[in-house]
Nanobody, 122 residues
Framework: VQLQACGGGLVQAGDSLRLSCAASERTFSAYAMGWFRQAPGKERELVAGINWGGTTYYADSVKGRFTIFRDNAKNTGFLQMNSLKPEDTAVYYC?????????????????WGQGTLVTVSS
């Protein structure tokens, strides 16, 4: 499956952004998908995930501020980011895998979209 991410930009602290991830296949609904981010000098981390059934996961750092959801009819996943903080600045990547465990751990194949840069100024 091919993924196309978009929606990044430069915002001020407290602002909101919505990232989108469009998938190339109708079978996208059977995949778990998630959003990772990588800040300069840091490792890539999973910030939010959603499995095929709609169960969601959030990193503690974004819980209550970010919402992951998907529109399977449009083969698209989203990350709504509210109350953005400067520490949210990173390149954000969407990814998909046949299971949430594979998505989280990388123990199975993962498919990646290109990164989209989110910059939050203070």
């Amino acid at each position: 499956v091919q993924l196309q991410a978009c929606g990044g930009g430069l915002v001020q602290a407290g602002d909101s952004l919505r990232l989108s991830c469009a998938a190339s296949e109708r079978t996208f609904s059977a995949y778990a998908m998630g959003w990772f981010r990588q800040a300069p000098g840091k490792e890539r981390e999973l910030v939010a995930g959603i499995n095929w059934g709609g169960t969601t996961y959030y990193a503690d750092s974004v819980k209550g501020r970010f919402t992951i959801f998907r529109d399977n009819a449009k083969n698209t996943g989203f990350l709504q980011m509210n109350s953005l903080k400067p520490e949210d600045t990173a390149v954000y990547y969407c990814a998909a895998a046949m299971s949430y465990e594979w998505l989280k751990s990388g123990t199975g194949p993962r498919y990646w979209g290109q990164g989209t840069l989110v910059t939050v100024s203070s």
